[in-house]
């Protein structure tokens, strides 16, 4: 409730531009053949905010700051079905969503410990 009426004007509310988004993300790492089902499942689950951050990102051109890290874009090779579960910045990639992290944000916001 707080962060409702605190942050009400920021708020980005699902409306069918991300939710078109997040079923592209879907699909995507569906017919991608490179996860093993238990991996897919891990983002396929209620409440599992990577593909809503993408999809999300992705209809608004905003950059994704995470500490999964934007220089791990490495895919699992077509056909490997690996049985981890999909990185942010891998998926995000092929959606040319910028993924940064969060020392990259504080150097890029000139932030000085």
Same mark, same amino acid.
């Given at each position: 409730m707080? %962060?409702?009426v605190t942050y009400?004007? +920021?708020?980005i509310m699902v409306g069918n531009n991300?939710?078109?988004e997040y079923q592209e993300v879907l699909s995507w790492i569906v017919g991608s053949n490179r996860w093993d089902n238990a991996a897919i499942n891990e983002w396929n689950i209620d409440?599992?905010?990577d593909p809503?951050?993408? /999809?999300? /990102?992705?209809?608004?051109?905003?950059t994704i700051v995470t500490f999964d890290g934007g220089k791990n874009k490495q895919l699992p090779p077509i056909g490997a079905y690996s049985s981890k579960e999909p990185k942010i910045s891998a998926v995000a990639s092929q959606f040319d %969503?910028? %993924?940064i992290t969060f020392y990259e944000l504080f150097q890029e916001l +000139?932030?000085?410990m």
């Open positions: 707080w %962060v409702k009400a004007s +920021r708020l991300i939710l078109s409440g599992k905010a809503w951050l993408i /999809a999300t /990102a992705k209809a608004y051109h905003q %969503v910028r %993924v +000139r932030f000085k």
